[in-house]
Nanobody, 124 residues
Framework: QVQLVESGGGLVQAGGSLRLSCAVS????????MGWFRQAPGTEREFVAA????????DYLDAVKGRFTISRDNAKNTVYLQMNSLKPEDTAVYYC?????????????????WGQGTQVTVSS
């Protein structure tokens, strides 16, 4: 059974930092590209960042470039999202997702497995 479990969300003031983790089990982690998405109330799920299965090609939403960093530890079957200089508009439920294959993608439909999400709230 495939499981993706996010953790690390919470309430933080604007300008603060959080580190999200996504622990993956039930699949060959090193064969999957990983992505982070977010969804704020009343909006569609939005791409945030993606990392290839080797940690090589990485992609970010323009709005988070320079503030967020995606990384992975294939020995621990875990992907991370370091979020710095957080803004109120970053408030959302954050989801990690897994995509079998070499390439990284921004479309949520390209990801087969999803976590339950973790809430990030940034106060002004």
């Amino acid at each position: 059974q495939v499981q993706l479990v996010e953790s690390g969300g919470g309430l933080v003031q604007a300008g603060g930092s959080l580190r999200l983790s996504c622990a993956v089990s039930g699949l060959t982690f090193g064969s999957y590209a990983m992505g982070w998405f977010r969804q704020a109330p009343g909006t569609e799920r939005e791409f945030v960042a993606a990392i290839s299965r080797s940690g090589g090609p990485i992609d970010y939403l323009d709005a988070v470039k320079g503030r967020f960093t995606i990384s992975r530890d294939n020995a621990k079957n875990t992907v991370y999202l370091q979020m710095n200089s957080l803004k109120p508009e970053d408030t959302a439920v954050y989801y990690c997702a897994a995509r079998l294959g070499l390439t990284i993608r921004r479309n949520s439909y390209d990801y087969a497995f999803w976590g339950q999400g973790t809430q990030v709230t940034v106060s002004s």
